[in-house]
C-alpha cells in the first residue's frame, strides 16, 4: 500500500513538472530525478513560502493559487513587487548567487507549490541545457517587466498603469471592439500596493477610468469596453505603449498596426462609427454633467455628483478637442465649431457654485448644446453613410436618453419648466422604446446584442416608475435612486452602443435600414 501510494504521488509530481514550460519535452529519465528532489506543499492565505533573510536552497513553482513576491518598507509597510500566477517559477536568481532572498514570499489565496531542490535541479541543468536556455530567458524577460515597470512608475499616471494591468489580465487575444471581462483576483489592498498606491487611490483610479467610458467595475469583476479602450490608446497616444510592447504593459495588440482589427471590420471603418460613438457620447456627456449639477444644488449624493460632473466636464472637453482636430476641413467642421462655441459658456456655468438661481439658465443653454451635438453625431452618420453608421447613431440616442430623462425628473421637480419637463419625459420613454424596437429589428443574429436591448430595457422600465413622487418628502430618497439607476442605465446603454460598432462592416445586406432618430 505504501508503494502504490508513493508510486501514484510521484505520477502526480511527474506530471506536474512536465506540463511546466520550464521543463517541456525533458526526458523521462531527468523528469524522474526531479521528481526525486521535488517537495510537494500546500500553503493557506497569509502563509510565507520564504521569507527575505531565509537561506535559498530551492526553485519554487507556483502549480494554482496566487503568490506575491513583496518587501518591508521603513515607514513599515508593505511594497508588493509582484503577483505569480499558476505556471510560474520564482526564486530562479537567488539559486545562482550565494545571498539570501531578498524578498518575501506569501499565499494571496490557498496555494500549491513544488519546491526542488537546487542541487537536484543543477544536475538536470548540466545534462540538459535547453532548461539552463529556459532558466535565462524567464531571467531576462523578469528584468524586462522589472523595467517596464520603472518606466510605467515614472512616467505614467496611476490610471495608465491601472488600465494597462487590466489589458495584461485581458490577455492577447483582446476582441478589439467587443467587451472582455477579467477578474481582479487579489484584494484591493494587495493590488493597490502592486501599484505603490494607497487602497482609496485605486478606487479613484478605477472610478475615473469607468467615467471615462473605458471599464465597468462590478465588485471583483472588470468589463474592458474595447472598442473604447483602443480609441483612447488611438487618440491619446504614447510612445511608451510601442517602446514596451514586447511586454504588453500598457496594449495587447500584437502585429502591423495597420492589420484588421476585427474580423470584418478594418480600422479605417472602425475608425470613422467611433468617431459617430464620439460624437454622440457628448449627448449623452451634456445631460449627464446637468443631471449631476442639479443633484449638487440640492444638496444629494454630493461626492458622488461633483466627481462625476468634474470628470464629465473633462472628458467633454479633451473629447471635444479631438472632434475638432477631426473634422477640420469637412462638411462637420462648421457644426463642431459650433458646439466649441457653445461649451465654454456651459463649462462656466457647471464649474460654478450651483445655486437654484442659475438652474434656470442651465436648463437653456443644456438644451442648446444637445441640439448641436446631436447634429454633429447625425452629421458622422451621414458621412459614414451605412447603415451600421445610422444604427450606431440610433444606439447613441438611446444612450443619451437615459441622462436627459434623469435631467428633467429634476428640473420638474424642482419647479423649473413643469410642463414642457413632463413632456419631454413623455417623449423620451417612446423615444427610447422606439429606439430599441428599430434597433431589434435592424439586427439579425447579432451575437449579444439581443441580450444587451433586453437588459437595457427592463432596466428602462425600472427607471420610469423609480421617478414616480407621490409625496414630496420622498424626493431626496427618490432622487438619489433615479441618479443612481440612470448611472446604471449609462453603463448598460453604453455597452449597447459599442455591439453596434463591433459589427461587421459589411452587414448593409443583413440588416434592414434603420429610420434616422429624431
Known amino acids: 500500500m505504501k508503494d502504490q501510494l508513493s508510486s501514484q504521488i510521484a505520477r502526480t509530481y511527474r506530471k506536474a513538472l512536465g506540463e511546466l514550460s520550464l521543463f517541456a519535452d525533458l526526458a523521462p529519465r531527468h523528469l524522474d530525478e526531479l521528481v526525486q528532489g521535488t517537495c510537494n506543499v500546500i ?238 457620447r457628448q449627448r449623452a456627456l451634456s445631460q449627464r454633467m446637468a443631471k449631476s449639477w442639479l443633484m449638487l444644488e440640492q444638496g444629494l449624493l454630493a461626492r458622488q455628483s461633483r466627481l462625476i460632473l468634474r470628470q464629465s466636464v473633462n472628458l467633454f472637453d479633451s473629447r471635444l478637442k479631438e472632434l475638432e482636430a477631426q473634422t477640420a476641413g469637412t462638411e462637420n467642421q462648421a457644426t463642431c465649431a459650433e458646439l466649441a462655441r457653445l461649451w465654454p459658456r456651459y463649462r462656466t456655468l457647471l464649474e ?39 444604427l450606431v447613431n440610433l444606439a447613441g440616442r438611446g444612450r443619451m436618453l437615459s441622462q436627459r430623462a434623469a435631467k428633467h425628473f429634476m428640473f420638474r421637480q424642482m419647479g423649473i419648466r413643469v410642463a414642457s419637463c413632463r413632456s419631454r419625459l413623455d417623449e423620451a420613454n417612446a423615444e427610447f422604446s422606439a429606439t430599441l424596437g428599430q434597433l431589434r429589428g435592424a439586427v439579425k443574429d447579432a451575437p449579444g446584442l439581443a441580450a444587451k436591448l433586453e437588459s437595457s430595457l427592463n432596466l428602462w422600465q ?4 423609480a421617478m414616480e413622487v407621490r409625496n414630496p418628502t420622498e424626493f431626496p430618497q427618490v432622487a438619489r435612486r433615479v441618479f443612481r439607476i440612470s448611472e446604471d442605465l449609462l453603463n448598460r446603454t453604453d455597452a449597447m452602443v459599442e455591439a453596434c460598432v463591433g459589427l461587421p462592416a459589411d452587414m448593409d445586406d443583413s440588416v434592414a435600414s434603420p429610420r434616422q432618430a429624431n
Not at 106 to 127: E, G, N, Q, W
Not at 364 to 381: C, T, W
Not at 462 to 465: D, K
Open 43 to 280: 500553503y493557506q492565505k497569509g502563509q510565507a513560502v520564504f521569507r527575505a533573510g531565509d537561506v535559498v536552497s530551492h526553485l519554487h513553482v507556483l502549480v494554482s493559487g496566487q503568490v506575491k513576491l513583496s518587501l518591508s518598507c521603513r515607514r513599515g509597510n508593505e511594497r508588493v513587487l509582484e503577483l505569480l500566477n499558476p505556471g510560474q517559477a520564482f526564486g530562479q536568481a537567488e539559486l545562482f548567487v550565494p545571498r539570501p532572498y531578498l524578498v518575501s514570499a506569501t499565499a494571496v489565496k490557498p496555494s500549491h507549490v513544488l519546491a526542488i531542490r537546487r542541487d537536484t535541479l543543477f544536475r538536470v541543468m548540466a545534462d540538459d541545457p535547453r532548461i539552463s536556455r529556459r532558466v535565462i530567458e524567464i531571467l531576462a524577460q523578469r528584468q524586462l517587466e522589472t523595467e517596464a515597470d520603472l518606466v510605467a512608475q515614472h512616467s505614467w499616471s496611476p490610471g495608465q498603469r491601472l488600465l494597462g494591468y487590466l489589458l495584461e489580465l485581458a490577455g492577447p487575444h483582446r476582441d478589439a471592439t467587443g467587451e472582455t471581462l477579467v477578474t481582479l483576483e487579489t484584494s484591493k489592498k494587495v493590488l493597490a500596493s502592486r501599484f505603490d498606491m494607497q487602497p482609496e487611490t485605486l478606487s479613484r483610479n478605477l472610478r475615473d477610468l469607468s467615467d471615462a467610458g473605458l471599464i465597468v467595475v462590478q465588485r471583483n469583476r472588470v468589463l474592458l469596453r474595447n472598442g473604447e479602450i483602443d480609441r483612447h490608446l488611438l487618440t491619446n497616444p504614447d510612445p511608451r505603449t510601442i517602446d514596451i510592447d514586447s511586454v504588453r504593459r500598457v496594449s495587447t495588440r500584437n502585429g502591423n498596426s495597420n492589420e484588421a482589427w476585427h474580423q470584418g471590420c478594418n480600422r479605417e471603418s472602425w475608425t470613422r462609427c467611433g468617431w459617430i460613438n464620439g460624437a454622440g
Open 352 to 390: 460654478m457654485a450651483p445655486n437654484s438661481g442659475d438652474a434656470h439658465k442651465l436648463f437653456a443653454i443644456n438644451e442648446e448644446v444637445l441640439d448641436v451635438a446631436d447634429q454633429l453625431a447625425r452629421g458622422f452618420a451621414a458621412t459614414e453613410g451605412t447603415r451600421k453608421g445610422l
Open 462 to 465: 425600472l427607471f420610469r416608475s
